[in-house]
């Protein structure tokens, strides 16, 4: 009986064990259970997190996209805009470029019309000056018929060498003029008359006689008889010819760098300063209506007043009127 009751506790014992193992093992089944519904409840909640993310997501995307859409419509209606804009300024700048082919035909002819004036006006001019000088102020070289004295030096002296004859012809082409001797080859042959053979000017600009004759003037008393006088012919020479100047320069429409008037020349006797000084500003003013008019300037001497001034109203004068 005492086995029996011993192995019944065993039994009861390990009963009790059993039971304990059975309650574990529910208890950690259970555990498991709550675990694995806990991580499956998580996934959801991860899932929906992510879900609602991504719908944030697409929609500040589809936000973005009409955004997009709009910007998109409205560079497309700028870009129609700017296309007809463009249209507009390319069907004005085809009237611009016809309008200005127009113009540069109507320049081009209207360049040929006033070429064509000018020429007329240039024609005119150089009739209305070739009859003035023609009529009123004739402009003429005069022969003076002086000998050389070289050959008459020879015609008395047969023995004289010819060394001495070229001295004196050297000696007559020298001129003393303004503290200078200058050599001219025209020296006495030549003058140039203008009015008349009667009034003339030394042909090398040699205008000593007149301020020599206000010296003598100065110092000799009682009238002067001598009405040949030399001074009184260039006065009368220069006084012409800055009339005939100041002419020129209104029927050539050209502006003269020096004021002078032809009666500057004429009236009281000038002293040598304001008498040179006067001839200065007449040559300058013959210079530049020869340099407006293009004269040959090979042929232009500073010194020869009227010589320039037949230069210039020569008919052989191409630009003459321009």
Known sequence: SSRFSDKKERLMHLKTKQREFQKHVFEVVCALELLNVLFQRWKIMSCKMRIEQLKQTICKENDEMTRHAEGLLRIKEENQKHYRRAQRHQEKKEKIQRHNRKLGDLVEKKTYDLKTQYEHLANLRRTHILELTSVIFPIEEVKTNMRDPADVSSE???????????????????????????????????????????????????????????????????????????????????????????TLSLMLDVNLPKKLCNRQFCGENLSRHRFTRAVKKLNANILHLCFSQHVNLDLLHPLHTLRNLMYLVSPDTENLGR
Not at 162 to 181: D, F, I, N, Q
Not at 201 to 207: E, K, R, V
Not at 226 to 231: C, G, K, T
Request: hydrophobic share 30%; with cysteine; glycine share 6%.
């Open 156 to 246: 008395s002296d047969n023995a004289m060498t010819s060394s001495t004859v070229s001295k004196l012809a050297e000696a007559r082409r020298t001129t003393y003029l303004s503290g200078r001797w200058v050599c001219d080859d025209h020296n006495g042959d030549t003058s140039i008359s203008i009015t008349g053979p009667w009034i003339t000017l030394p042909n090398n600009g040699d205008y000593s006689a007149y301020y020599n004759w206000v010296e003598e003037k100065k110092t000799t008393q009682g009238p002067d008889m001598e009405h040949n006088n030399p001074a009184y012919t260039i006065s009368a020479a220069l006084c012409y010819a800055t009339q005939l100047v100041n």
